[in-house]
């Protein structure tokens, strides 16, 4: 996505949960879309290796 | 037995403590105040209490809107989001998109976690906390709740495992201040609301308050300050573990008189029961009650500056430990512990009968001197214990048996036909874990022991005075092993002049023999003012810096060659994310086990070997690795959806670093390290503005993160009813083959999250292992998910 794009899109977004399947209906264009998808394992902290402990 | 008059007396466990099982302390005073003649003590776990009470849909709903009040998204939309920022961004996300979903989840988690959900057809059989793919969602969702009541009180974090505020511990005027700050702090409302009005009605002449930890301190103190100005004429005494590191502090600060009237040093017995003697007889003068400081209030003996003025007296005698009748659960809330069966904890012994390790500070803890109950006693406690709590799981509390203990305990247990399971700190004995001490203890009962194995280096080692060989550790590790006894590793890194090869070394050691270690509980070192390291620096090659705060009981120190402590910082990083590649019960979220208390020991009672289990917890991860695009998957109902600014896994990753992570307070003591914010600003870059969409799936309490795209074609899986329609739509569309490929490698990497399904994955090969022993089970059970 184009920077220009995206600073249309930062204008209009709401920044608001709204549940999969409320969406209209629309047509997709798959070529141009960005499916990356990301994900991090959270740390494990020194508090949380205490269990034995605490 | 001495009949006393009627002298209510309540103790409390304050939060923050781990929520599986009950701790010991209260219940040893309780039962030792009972057989002493006082027959109206009650107990109260608060911390389990808060849990249960901040863990429902009205306190989540009153946190999410608080959340919302006091930071919602919208306030977020600057160019950069620095470091000082994120985490309370990252909250306002995390509350956007799963609160609804939390609210409604929390109960049934609950109910999983407790083994109450009733599972299947099959009862407790097919409970919930059997099955990992319902245990670790259900788990995640308590801790996300968790999130969701600390993000309303922002910037205090409650978890499982630990309590900080955006005050210091350490500073006397921060701790009084904590404990009026309603913003920061959630024990004030709860209380207000579930605790006081309890205490009020009850009028108790005297209340105990249990502080362990550290993360105790502003909770106790909280509650204290609220019963004082109640019930003026109550006496408010606190004892325990982290104050008997502080509590000479702590009566120091005269800031802080107001929120109790005195500190029971060491062991709490003997003098708990002298101060209730004095109180209940109209004593003002406590002078007479040993291992007692206190505040004298009476005009006549006030401070200079005419406040109380703070009295120390001398320390009262131990007690004869095999004397002391067994702990007292009676009164506690049994029920609300997050465990599907209880627990019963019981100290053995009390002291350490090894007594030489140099970073040990335990004498401070518990007192001087090694004490213990005899095996007979212990025996019959044991079968008392499990007939009047119908429980036959027990965690013995000691920091380790004697080898005589070890031999002798077993065959008590058997001749008493005890019929329990047990698990418990331990020292490396080789004598005593032979092959054949392995095997009498496992028919005794014993699933699970904790070695302090702390390094595998022998100059460290030798440093630590820990009088034991490496060759030692094996063997006993491989005779616990080979007996179905699953092994635990205390290891410590950081060590005064430890270098970062040398700690590589201990980790390549625990990987080398990840066959026989299963889990290992890694602890960074620490020097706090009564060890050795502290009073003899230079033996171990360091200076140890001042510490400004008051109450403070932790130093930083600089060493002449080794880690840096930031650098031990980052070796703890590396070691456990070796760890989690490593060991099966660090992979991926079965590290859950290990996290909760008691959990996997559970497992292990029940039927499972260590064997089994880690085969169990490989064979999940794999079996989630390996998942692919098919084309029956489906959209897992109930995700929610939220634009994002920044990248969530960008802050997730940033507030992770060690560097982050040394801003906020230490877990041990809730200190501030020196310096850490600011440096942590400068080296941590802040986040640009990235669009992005955070997806919240109920089912598996996960967050993910996608583009926007990925959202769209989320939608159209969704309404094509699966991936194979999807794709079959699309081509007919014309949509070329590579971007239906990309459409299957997304697909598939969702799938691996658990956000797409298939029916097939209901029953994964996981959940199919057979654990014999399940409660309920006649004989050999699958599960089968409801």
């Not at chain 2, 291992?291 to 209030?297: H, T, V």
Request: charged share 30%; with cysteine.
């Amino acid at each position: 996505m184009d920077e220009a794009k995206n600073e249309k899109k930062e204008e209009i977004v709401e920044r608001t949960a709204a549940p999969l399947g409320e969406a209209a209906e629309e047509e997709l264009d798959l070529e141009d879309l960005d499916l990356s998808v990301e994900t991090v394992e959270e740390r494990i902290s020194p508090s949380e290796t205490n269990v034995f402990d605490k | 037995m001495i009949q006393r008059s009627s002298f209510p007396i309540s103790l409390a466990f304050v939060p923050q403590g781990h929520w599986t099982q009950p701790h010991l302390a209260i219940p040893c005073l309780k039962a030792w105040l009972e057989a002493r003649g006082f027959d109206d003590v009650e107990q109260m776990d608060l911390s389990v209490e808060a849990f249960d009470h901040f863990l429902t849909p009205r306190s989540l709903e009153r946190a999410r809107d608080r959340v919302h009040a006091r930071m919602g998204l919208a306030r977020f939309e600057s160019a950069t989001l620095p470091l000082s920022e994120m985490r309370a961004w990252r909250a306002a996300s995390e509350s956007a998109a799963s609160a609804d979903a939390l609210i409604a989840g929390v109960e049934d988690a609950k109910r999983v976690l407790r083994g109450t959900d009733g599972g299947g057809a099959r009862g407790a059989e097919d409970a919930g906390f059997w099955d990992p793919d319902r245990y670790v969602p259900a788990v995640r969702t308590l801790y996300h709740g968790l999130r969701l009541v600390s993000a309303a009180h922002y910037p205090s974090e409650l978890t499982p495992h630990n309590f900080t505020m955006g005050y210091a511990n350490d500073r006397s005027e921060e701790v009084r201040a904590a404990t009026e700050d309603e913003e920061q702090n959630p024990f004030i409302a709860f209380y207000r609301e579930e605790v006081l009005p309890r205490l009020v009605e009850r009028r108790p002449k005297l209340l105990g308050l249990s502080v362990l930890y550290g993360s105790q301190l502003v909770p106790a103190m909280t509650l204290g300050r609220l019963v004082k100005e109640a019930l003026p004429d109550c006496h408010v005494t606190m004892g325990g573990g982290f104050l008997a590191y502080i509590g000479d502090k702590v009566m120091d600060a005269q800031i802080l008189a107001d929120c109790f009237d005195s500190i029971i040093f060491h062991e709490g017995e003997s003098p708990l029961e002298a101060l209730a003697e004095a109180l209940r007889s109209g004593e003002e003068d406590l002078a007479g009650v040993g291992s007692l400081a206190w505040w004298d209030r009476r005009p006549d003996f006030a401070a200079s500056n005419g406040g109380p003025r703070a009295v120390r007296n001398t320390p009262a005698h131990p007690i004869k430990l095999d004397d002391a009748p067994a702990p007292s659960f009676d009164g506690l809330p049994l029920e609300k512990y997050f465990s599907p069966a209880l627990v019963v904890p019981y100290d053995v012994n009390r002291g350490c009968y090894y007594g030489e390790c140099t970073f040990c500070t335990l004498p401070t803890v518990i007192g001087p001197g090694y004490r213990t109950r005899s095996a007979d006693t212990i025996a019959r406690h044991v079968v008392e214990l499990r007939d009047r709590y119908a429980s036959t799981h027990f965690n013995f509390i000691t920091d380790c048996m004697p080898p005589g203990m070890i031999q002798d305990l077993p065959e008590r247990l058997i001749e008493r036909d005890a019929g329990i399971t047990w698990w418990a700190d331990a020292r490396i004995e080789p004598k005593a874990y032979s092959e054949e001490g392995a095997k009498r203890l496992y028919e005794s009962g014993c699933r699970k022991l904790l070695f302090g194995f702390e390094s595998a280096v022998k100059r460290i080692l030798k440093m630590m005075m820990k009088g034991q060989s490496l060759k030692s550790v094996v063997e006993v590790a491989r005779n616990c092993t080979e007996a179905d006894i699953s092994v635990t590793f205390y290891a410590m890194v950081g060590f005064p002049t430890e270098t970062r090869e040398e700690a590589r070394e201990t980790l390549r050691f625990i990987e080398e023999h990840s066959d026989i270690v299963r889990e290992v509980s890694l602890q960074t070192f620490h020097i706090d003012e009564v060890a050795k390291t502290y009073k003899e620096p230079e033996q171990f090659g360091i200076e140890v810096l001042p510490a400004p705060g008051d109450l403070a009981l932790y130093h930083d120190y600089e060493a002449e060659r080794g880690m840096t402590q930031e650098e031990a910082a980052e070796m703890f990083e590396e070691m456990m994310q070796a760890f989690r590649e490593k060991l099966p019960l660090f992979s991926g979220d079965n590290i859950f086990y290990f996290m909760q208390k008691s959990h996997y020991f559970l497992h292990l009672a029940n039927g499972e070997t260590p064997d089994s289990f880690a085969a169990r917890c490989a064979e999940r991860t794999r079996a989630r690795a390996a998942r692919g695009a098919e084309d029956d998957l489906e959209v897992r109902p109930g995700l929610v959806a939220v634009p994002l600014a920044f990248s969530y896994s960008d802050a997730v990753r940033t507030l992770g670093d060690p560097l982050a992570r040394a801003a906020r307070p230490d877990f041990l003591t809730g200190r501030f390290v020196a310096d850490a914010e600011r440096v942590a600003e400068e080296r941590l870059p802040p986040l640009e503005r990235k669009e992005r969409v955070l997806l919240y799936d109920p089912g598996q309490a996960e967050f993910v993160e996608l583009r926007d795209g990925g959202r769209r074609v989320l939608e159209a899986l969704l309404r094509a009813g699966g991936l194979g329609a999807f794709l079959d739509a699309q081509r007919a569309r014309g949509a070329s083959e590579e971007s239906l490929h990309r459409v299957r490698g997304f697909a598939a990497e969702l799938h691996r999250l658990g956000v797409l399904h298939r029916a097939a994955d209901e029953l994964t090969p996981a959940a199919r292992v057979e654990t014999p022993n399940r409660p309920g089970a006649e004989r050999g059970g699958s599960t089968v998910r409801s």
